[in-house]
C-alpha cells in the first residue's frame, strides 16, 4: 500500500490545487512523479494496453487486414502507434489533449526490439530521432484535442481505442468527441474503450460532493484530479445519442454505493442507486 493511501481524499484536492498552480512545466512534474499521463512510456505497458483493446475488438468484431486506428489520450508516451504498426495497422493516429509524449527514441527503440522477441514482425528502424521514426512508421500525433480529429477523413478508421480516457474528456465536450468519432468510423468499424467512474482522489466517489459551478471551473480542470463524472448509463446513451451501438463487454463494481446520497451535490441525487455502483467498462462501439 503506497503511502498516498493515507492521505485523505480531501488532502488530496488541496494539494493538487496548490501543485498545479505553481509555475512548474509538465515535464518537471513528469520526472518527479507528481503528475502523470499514465505509464505508456514502458514498453511492455504499452504491448499489454494495446494487445488487450485490440483481442477485444478481434473477439467481438473483424479488423481488417491493414486497418488504420486511433488511440485516444495516449498521454505520455506515442508507443502504442509503433505497437499498432507491429499488429498489422497501415496507419496509426493517435490524439491527445496536449504535447504530452516523451520525445527521446530510446524507448521506441526497446519497445521494437521487445516486439521482435515475440514473433511481431516490425521492419528495422532506420531513424535517428522520434519524430522522423514516426514519420517513418506513419504514426500521426495530434495534440489539440476533439479539435485534432479533423484531421482524419471521414469513415477511415477501423479500430479506435481507450484505456481510461473517457471519463477525463470535459463534460461539455463530451458529445462533440462522440459526434466526431462518428464521422471517422469506418462502415463495419469497431470501437473498444475502457472507462473507470472511480474519482481521482481515492477510489470512490468523493467528486460527486460537488456541484458544476465548482468542479467545471478552470481551477478544478488543470489540476490533475479531473473527471466529467458523467455516469455511466448516461455516458452510454450518449454514446448512441451519436450514432453508435454500444455494448459492455465487462463490468467491475463497488459492493455498495461508496458515498452516502446526502454526500452529494443536489445535481446527482436523484440518480438512482445503479447509477452509482459501476466502478469501470468495458464497451463496444460499432456504428448504427
Known amino acids: 500500500m503506497g503511502l498516498s493511501s493515507y492521505v485523505p481524499w480531501w488532502a488530496k484536492l488541496g494539494i493538487k490545487l496548490g501543485l498545479a498552480r505553481l509555475p512548474v512545466p509538465y515535464a518537471l512534474w513528469k520526472r518527479i512523479g507528481l503528475f502523470r499521463h499514465g505509464e505508456m512510456m ?3 505497458r504499452a504491448i499489454s494496453a494495446f ?36 499488429f498489422g495497422a497501415e496507419k496509426a493516429w493517435l490524439a491527445d489533449a496536449g504535447p504530452f509524449a516523451e520525445t527521446d527514441i530510446s524507448g521506441c527503440r526497446a519497445l521494437l526490439e521487445l516486439l521482435a522477441s515475440r514473433g ?6 532506420k531513424s535517428t ?14 495534440t489539440d484535442g476533439t479539435r485534432s480529429l479533423r484531421a482524419i477523413p471521414d469513415q ?46 481515492g477510489g470512490g466517489l468523493n467528486n460527486l460532493r460537488f456541484g458544476d459551478d465548482v468542479w467545471e471551473t478552470q481551477a478544478f480542470r488543470t489540476s490533475g484530479f479531473y473527471t466529467n ?16 451501438r454500444v455494448e459492455v463487454i465487462s463490468e467491475q463494481r463497488w459492493p455498495k454505493v461508496p458515498l452516502a446520497r446526502d454526500r452529494m451535490a443536489p445535481q446527482f441525487r436523484a440518480f438512482a442507486d445503479e447509477d452509482f455502483m459501476v466502478c469501470e467498462i468495458r ?6
Not at 129 to 142: H, R, S
Not at 229 to 244: C, K, S, T, V
Open 51 to 86: 494487445e488487450s483493446h485490440f483481442q477485444s475488438a478481434v473477439q467481438n468484431g473483424r479488423v481488417p487486414a491493414k486497418f488504420h486506428s486511433l488511440e485516444l489520450g495516449p498521454g505520455d508516451s506515442v508507443l502504442s502507434g509503433f505497437v499498432a504498426r507491429a
Open 229 to 244: 463524472r458523467i455516469r455511466p448509463r448516461e455516458m452510454i446513451d450518449l454514446m448512441e445519442a451519436a450514432g453508435f
Open 42 to 44: 514502458v514498453p511492455e
Open 283 to 288: 464497451v463496444i462501439m460499432r456504428p448504427a
Open 129 to 142: 530521432t522520434l519524430p522522423d521514426a514516426m514519420n517513418e512508421y506513419d504514426i500521426v500525433y495530434l
Open 156 to 201: 477511415s478508421i477501423d479500430f479506435t481505442w481507450s484505456q481510461v480516457v473517457l471519463e477525463h474528456i470535459y463534460r461539455d465536450e463530451f458529445s462533440a468527441l462522440m459526434k466526431e468519432l462518428r464521422r471517422i468510423v469506418a462502415p463495419g468499424g469497431i470501437g473498444v474503450h475502457s472507462i473507470d467512474f472511480r474519482d481521482h482522489l
Open 120 to 125: 511481431r514482425i516490425v521492419a528495422p528502424l
